[in-house]
């Protein structure tokens, strides 16, 4: 996706897939931890402040 298609409710779906089973994404068995999900998170309010401020993205406020 492009990020000015990314929407609040990708991102939560996103972060929700992560916490099941298999939402590892790779072949190791089980979820992330609630830890690495926070810090994808956090991750990704980086990317979109970043972006925001580098007026790459637009906000609505």
Do not use: C, Y
């Amino acid at each position: 996706m492009r990020i000015e298609d990314i929407k609040p409710l990708h991102i939560v779906d996103f972060l929700e897939k992560l916490t099941r089973e298999g939402g590892r994404g790779d072949k190791k068995s089980g979820d992330l931890s609630s830890g690495s999900v926070q810090l994808v998170h956090r991750v990704l309010k980086n990317i979109f402040t970043r972006a925001i401020k580098w007026k790459v993205i637009k906000t609505i406020l």
